[in-house]
Each structure stands twice: as structure tokens, then as C-alpha cells.
Nanobody
Framework: QVQLVESGGGLVQPGGSLRLSCAPS????????VAWYRQAPGKQRELVAA???????NYLDSVKGRFTISRDNAKSAVYLQMNSLKPDDTAVYYC??????????????WGQGTQVTVSS
């Protein structure tokens, strides 16, 4: 199966920035939704940002104004620009791509996760 390869995580001080990238190892046809999730220690996985093909992005309230999701259809890539990072942003970040096969059913592809640590 096609895998999503993530990069860009790391250790950063509060107020710093990181840019996460995600791209499939092979071609995936018909992707209509791309998203980033994160899971912090002891917490449930949560949706951080998502954007449909040609639509406006949606964001978790706590990251609005700080994070920006974007996609490059030519490269089949999705990015997450993270600015003004806070310690609460510390988590493993996962990219997700989905395509609707028929109404009510979608194929989902996940990245392996990349660690983002925000600490003084």
C-alpha cells in the first residue's frame, strides 16, 4: 500500500516555528480531503487542521491564527506551517489523506507521525 511520509518535526522553543510536510510514496488518485491530527501524551488524538479540495481550511480553535494548512496537488503534498508554538502544541503529528470512493465510504492514508516538542 502507498505510505505517507512525514518530515519537519523537532524541538523548538515557545514562540518558534516549524513546517511539517507530508507526501505519499506513490500516486494516490482522487484525494479530496487532507488533514493533520495530533496526539499528546495522555490525550486523545485530535483534528488540528483539514482542507477539502478547493475549499477553505478548518482549524482546531486553539491553533487558529497560528497554524496554516496548505496543499500542493501537483506534488500530492500537504503542509502545516506552525507559528507561535506553545508547550501545549507538543504532540506527535500525523498527516491524513482521504478520498471518497462512494458516499459513506472513504479510503484513508496516514503518515507515520512526527514528534513536535515545544519546550524552554
Amino acid at each position: 500500500q502507498v505510505q505517507l511520509v512525514e518530515s519537519g518535526g523537532g524541538l523548538v522553543q515557545p514562540g518558534g516555528s516549524l513546517r511539517l510536510s507530508c507526501a505519499p510514496s506513490g500516486r494516490i488518485f482522487g484525494i479530496n480531503v487532507v488533514a493533520w491530527y495530533r496526539q499528546a501524551p495522555g490525550k486523545q488524538r485530535e483534528l488540528v487542521a483539514a482542507i477539502t479540495d478547493g475549499g477553505k481550511p478548518n482549524y482546531l480553535d486553539s491553533v487558529k491564527g497560528r497554524f496554516t494548512i496548505s496543499r500542493d496537488n501537483a506534488k500530492s503534498a500537504v503542509y502545516l506551517q506552525m507559528n507561535s508554538l506553545k508547550p501545549d502544541d507538543t504532540a506527535v503529528y500525523y498527516c491524513n489523506m482521504a478520498r471518497t470512493v462512494v458516499p459513506g465510504f472513504s479510503n484513508n492514508y496516514w503518515g507515520q507521525g512526527t514528534q513536535v516538542t515545544v519546550s524552554s
